[in-house]
């Protein structure tokens, strides 16, 4: 497979260190002061940018016709302006907040567990996420949807940072020198607590996620997310 990088930083590097490890070639690796328009010829492009650039980085993919994998966190209020022209150009594109495969069973896990604390009022649910002081986006994508994942269940109505309210799921983010992330969900009453936790102990698992999702999406038509990959029966790890 011929891949673009679209954002050439930590991830980008690990991205293109296990791509070349897998047998596929890397022909675009474009950053902050790339003046490259178009990048065609590219089989797929895989973007972990930052939170300002990735509309414009997934965008460039798009118009280039080419499939769009993306990781960057902290842009999803434009969701709907990718998902248009993904729609109108019939270019693939998939996002997820988290492409580690423990993450994703984690998901799970949590959708599992809120279902079984649905009926509960003794607890009280928060989620906590702690990363590396250098991470631009709180809370993290990934804190977001596992509070998403609870909604869904029905208890709650919406999450908010450092929240008291009884609706609404607390997200608290802590930044912390060389963590590559770490999501803790916790329900806590007078008696007792009940956590589940995922730790990251660094970034390969994320890398090898979207490069993988990358080599899945080639024949695909369509708005994906990590479940789809997932949930392929086809899918191996
Ligand atoms: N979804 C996941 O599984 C997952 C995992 C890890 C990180 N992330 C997210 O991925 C993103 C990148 O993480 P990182 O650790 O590589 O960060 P990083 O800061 O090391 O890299 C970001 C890179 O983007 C570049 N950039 C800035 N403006 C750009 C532009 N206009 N065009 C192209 N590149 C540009 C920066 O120069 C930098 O090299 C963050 O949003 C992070 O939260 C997601």
Same mark, same amino acid.
């Given at each position: ?5 679209l954002g050439?930083?930590?991830?980008g ?8 490890e897998?047998?596929?070639?890397? #022909?675009?690796k ?6 490259v ?9 895989i973007?972990?940018?930052?939170p300002?650039s990735?509309?414009k980085n997934i965008?460039?993919?798009l118009?280039?016709?080419?499939p769009?994998?993306?990781?960057t966190?902290?842009w999803?209020t ?5 998902k248009?022209l993904?729609e109108k150009?019939k ?5 997820s ?8 069973l984690?998901?799970e896990?949590?959708k599992?567990?809120?279902? #079984?604390?649905?009926?509960?009022d003794?607890?009280k649910?928060?989620? !906590?996420?702690?990363h590396?002081?250098k ?6 994508g990934?804190a977001?949807?596992?509070? !998403?994942?609870? #909604?869904?269940i029905?208890?709650?109505n919406?999450?908010?940072?450092n929240s008291?309210k009884?609706?609404?799921i607390?997200i608290e983010?802590k930044r912390i ?5 770490i ?7 007078m008696i ?10 660094n ?5 090898l996620?979207?490069?993988?999702s990358?080599?899945?999406i080639?024949d695909?038509?369509g708005?994906?997310?990590m479940?789809?990959?997932i ?6 790890f």
């Amino acid at each position: 497979m011929k891949i673009a990088i679209l954002g050439y930083g930590k991830m980008g590097k690990e991205i293109e260190k296990i791509s070349l490890e897998r047998g596929h070639d890397i #022909i675009f690796k474009i950053d902050k002061d790339s003046k490259v328009e178009n990048i065609k010829g590219a089989d797929v492009a895989i973007n972990f940018s930052t939170p300002d650039s990735a509309v414009k980085n997934i965008e460039l993919g798009l118009k280039s016709l080419v499939p769009v994998i993306s990781g960057t966190t902290g842009w999803l209020t434009n969701f709907n302006r990718i998902k248009k022209l993904s729609e109108k150009l019939k270019v693939s594109f998939l996002y997820s907040s988290n492409f580690s495969l423990g993450v994703n069973l984690f998901f799970e896990l949590n959708k599992k567990l809120a279902e #079984i604390m649905k009926k509960n009022d003794q607890y009280k649910l928060n989620i !906590e996420e702690t990363h590396h002081i250098k991470k631009i986006d709180k809370p993290s994508g990934t804190a977001i949807s596992l509070a !998403e994942g609870i #909604i869904e269940i029905g208890k709650y109505n919406d999450w908010s940072i450092n929240s008291n309210k009884n609706k609404s799921i607390s997200i608290e983010s802590k930044r912390i020198d060389k963590v590559h992330g770490i999501h803790k969900v916790k329900y806590s009453s007078m008696i007792d607590s009940i956590e589940i936790i995922h730790t990251a102990k660094n970034r390969k698992g994320f890398a090898l996620g979207a490069i993988i999702s990358a080599e899945w999406i080639i024949d695909k038509k369509g708005i994906f997310d990590m479940k789809d990959v997932i949930n392929d029966p086809k899918f191996k790890f």
